[in-house]
C-alpha cells in the first residue's frame, strides 16, 4: 500500500484532450470549470494541485493534443508523487498512456458527471486502457466535487493511493446457475465458431486513441476469429467507383421506407444532399469490399485520415447493422449482397464490440431473437422517477430496428462541424421500449473478459427525451437505459471501456436466456465473464 510522505501534499495533474484543434478549443471552457472545483476540493483537504502543463495561448485551451505532446510532459513530472488524470472531454487515451506505464505514484482518474462534453466517455476509455495495460489506477467522478460520495473517496485515495468501490453486483459466470438447454446452446455456438471460423474486416487499426478497443491477435484467433486489415485508402477509392445512380438509388430507398433528412445548401455548416448520397456510395463500396474478402463484421475508423476526404460513416454503420436496409448489388450486378441480412459493423473499430456483436448475433438467430445491435457510448444518466437512466448515446448511427417505428422513425442530421468537418448525416432516433441485454468484451492480463447484464430501455416522456439531448449531443441516436441491479456509481466503477454493447429481446424470458447463452459461449471461448446485476428491476 501506498503512503503519502507527511512532508508533501502535491498532487500533479494532466488533462488529455482531443486531436482536433476545433474540439479542443470549444470544449476547454468545461475542463478549466472542472479543474477549478476539483483544485478546490483538494485544496479543502489541505492538498495543493501542480499542473503539469501549461495553458498554450496561441492553440487556445491547455489540454495535451499528441503522443508526442504527452512524452514531453511526463518528462517534466515526478513518477513518485500522485497523479491526477482530470477529464470533462473526450480524450485520445496515447496522448498520456506512455507516461502512465511508468508512473510509480498513485493515479486517479477523474471526470465531472456532465453530459454537456462526453468527459464521462473518455474517462472509461482512459480506464479501460490503462486495465489492458496491466497500468494500476483508481477512477472518480462528481456532478460538483462537493458530494459526500466524491469527498470520501478522494479522502480514501489521499490517504492510501487507491479508492475501493462497490462491486458486489458483480458475479463470476461459475457461481451463476444457468439453464442446461442454454449452457449447451453456447457452448455449441462456441464450437461452431471455432470450427468454421469468421473474418473481421479492421479498415485502420486503432481509432481515437483507443488502446482498449484493440484485441491482441492471439486472444481473438482463441475464438475462432481472425482479422482481414484493410485500409480506409481502399474504401475510398472503392467509394469513387459506385455509380451516381446506386446512390441515389439507395437514398430514395431510405426516404420512400421514411426517413427524413433535414437537408440545406451550406456544405461547412448543414446536411446537405451531396453529402448523403457520398455516403451512400460508402455504404455500397463497404458492402462490395466485405464481400470481396469473406468478411463476418466490419469496422470502420473515419475519424482520423478518411474524415478529410468523405463525410462521416454514420448513415452507412447504421444502415449495415439493420436487417432491412437499401439492396446493393455485386459489381457484377449478379447478386444482392446479404440479402435481408445485416452487415454487423462496429463503430470505430471498436474490436470488443466486434467480436461481441458477432456473438450476440449467433446467439439471437438460434434463440430466433432480433439479430440487430449495437455499440452506444456511456454517455451520462440522472434518476427518472424511481429509475436511474442512463443516456446511452453513440456518436452518429444506431440501427433503425432499435427504433419505435423503423425508419419512419430516422432522421438524418448534419455531424457536428467541430468533429465532422466533411459533415454527413447521422442516422438519428429514439430507441423503443423493450428488454435488453448490455455487454462489453475487454482485455485484461492479455486475456479477453466479458460483463454482461440485464437491462431495458425505458419511454420517456418526450419533453425528458429532448432535455437530454440537449444536455449531450441532439444529432445523435439515444437509448434511455436501466441497468437492473447495477447502480450509476457500480457501472462507472467496473465497466472497461467508453462503449457498451446493446441487442433487444422479444420479451424479459427471451432476453434471459440471450444473455446466458452469450455468456456461455464467451466462457467457452476462453473468456473470463462476469454476470453483472439482476434479472429485473
Known sequence: MWFMPSKSKIVQLVASGDLRLSANQTCWA???????????????????????????TSKKHGFIDSQRMGIEVFRGIDPELPLIVAEAVWQYSHHVLPGLTTHRGPILTVANWSGQWPGLVGMLNLNGSLTKAGVKYSTLWSENFTDTFFKTKLKQWLKSG?????????????????PTKITALGKELATTLRTDKAIMGIFDEGCMGMFNAIIPDHALHACGVFKERLSQSALYHETLQV????????????????????????????????????????????????????????????QQGLKDLLPASDLVEGMLNNSDRPPVKSRDRKRTLLEGLPLLHFNE????????????????????????????????????????????????????????????SAEGFRQPPMYFPSGGSTLRGISKPGEIVWSRIYVQDEALHMDIGRGCVVDLPREETERRWQLTTPQWPIMSAVTYGVSRDQLMAKHQANHVQVAYANDA??????????????????MQVNVCGTLSR
Open 243 to 302: 455509380s451516381d445512380s446506386d446512390a441515389l438509388a439507395i437514398h430514395t430507398w431510405m426516404v420512400k421506407h421514411g426517413m427524413t433528412f433535414q437537408l440545406g445548401d451550406d456544405h461547412a455548416t448543414q446536411l446537405t444532399r451531396d453529402q448523403v448520397r457520398l455516403q451512400c456510395k460508402m455504404y455500397a463500396a463497404a458492402l462490395r469490399i466485405a464481400d470481396d474478402f469473406g468478411c463476418d463484421a466490419i469496422g470502420i475508423q473515419y
Open 509 to 526: 424470458k427471451a432476453a434471459d436466456e440471450c444473455m446466458f447463452a452469450k455468456a456461455t459461449m464467451a466462457r467457452a471461448l476462453g
Open 349 to 408: 473499430v471498436d474490436e470488443c464490440a466486434g467480436l461481441d456483436g458477432m456473438l450476440t448475433q449467433r446467439v439471437h438467430r438460434a434463440l430466433q431473437q432480433p439479430v440487430e445491435t449495437t455499440l452506444h457510448d456511456v454517455r451520462w444518466g440522472e434518476k427518472f422517477g424511481k429509475d436511474y437512466v442512463w443516456v446511452f448515446l453513440i456518436s452518429g448511427a444506431a440501427p433503425p430496428a432499435h427504433f419505435a417505428e423503423g425508419w419512419k
Open 162 to 178: 487507491s479508492i475501493t468501490h462497490d462491486l458486489s453486483h458483480v458475479q463470476k459466470l461459475e457461481k451463476v446457475k444457468v
Open 30 to 56: 468545461a475542463q478549466a470549470a472542472m479543474e477549478e472545483a476539483l483544485g478546490a476540493a483538494l485544496k479543502a483537504e489541505g492538498w495543493e494541485v501542480k499542473r503539469a502543463h501549461a495553458l498554450d
